[in-house]
């Protein structure tokens, strides 16, 4: 398939690449590179350093039918979005619109769209988030992504999509910085032995899913999956306290970390009920968090230049 990967220069968007590239797609990456890094890169990826609300867009698409769009290239900052609504705006919501609409018009025939499920359902019980639940973003990053859902399945009549709702993505190439990247912090804060600070009590749960396997949702959406959206996650809640203490286990730290007062917004339970994506994708997470953490505490020990100040 001839594909094109919004921020493909970018964590996720990146080990999709590989595995695109790795099955034989062609792969034509858009990226600003204001997050993402060449070097993420896999050579024969086509790169084109461009804002996706750039109107050059439109000769991109000229230039070559895709078959597929698969929209990475987000601003992820939650703080920022805080601070700054009305530039996630501009990009989450109006970005994806404009690449909607060239896909439609260029007869693109499947839209793939990265939302996340830790940012729109706020408070989650038990049983995990359900695609069904009503939706409480609890930052302008997460009423972007849920406004962007409701224009990807607007164009749904003539552009098959499907929107995966991410937990908390991990894993090798993550920036310190952004929506999840408390593991990536935490090994930074380690390596570089800094002293690790929680915020809150360190109690609030999140659901850490291993790029890996979001790159599996990736590679079973081309195929299926069509005008649905899915959670993908592991309903596993882990404490921010056990995922220290486990990191500090492998990396043979023995100091304690420092407690600051909770950030606002802050949500105390996360968790997503992925078993949508089991009955229509055919995925399901097969990672475990301790093998996902030893093999990225690895990655960044041998990459300590990767790290860069949070
Ligand atoms: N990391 C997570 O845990 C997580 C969870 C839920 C959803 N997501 C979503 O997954 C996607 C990828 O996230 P990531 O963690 O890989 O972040 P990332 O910052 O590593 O990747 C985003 C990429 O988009 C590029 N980009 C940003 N603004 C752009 C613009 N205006 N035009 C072109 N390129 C632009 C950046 O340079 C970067 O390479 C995002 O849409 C994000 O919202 C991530």
Redesign the pocket.
Known sequence: MNILL?????????HIVDAYIADGHDVTV????????KS?LHPAARLIV?????PGLEDVFTASRFDVVN??????DVRRSVTEPSVDAS??IL?TLGLLVRSRAHGVKKFIF??????IYGECGDQGASEGDLLRPESP?GVG?ASAELYVRLFGERLPYTIL??????GP???PR????VITVFIDQMLTRQGTTIYGTGEQTRDF?HVADVVDANRAALRGGNNLTLNIGTRVETSVNALYKTLARLDGVSQKPKYAPARSGEIERSLLNPANALRHLGWHPTRYLEQGLKGTLEYFRQRKEALVPA
């Open positions: 919004t921020g493909g220069a970018g964590f996720i968007g990146s858009i990226d600003d590179l204001s997050k993402g890094k993420n461009m804002d996706v609300r750039d929209h990475h290239a987000a601003q992820i990009i989450n970005g990265a939302s996340s499920g830790g940012a990053y992504k709702r991410y937990a908390n993505v991990y190439r993550q920036n952004g929506e999840a990247g899913v």
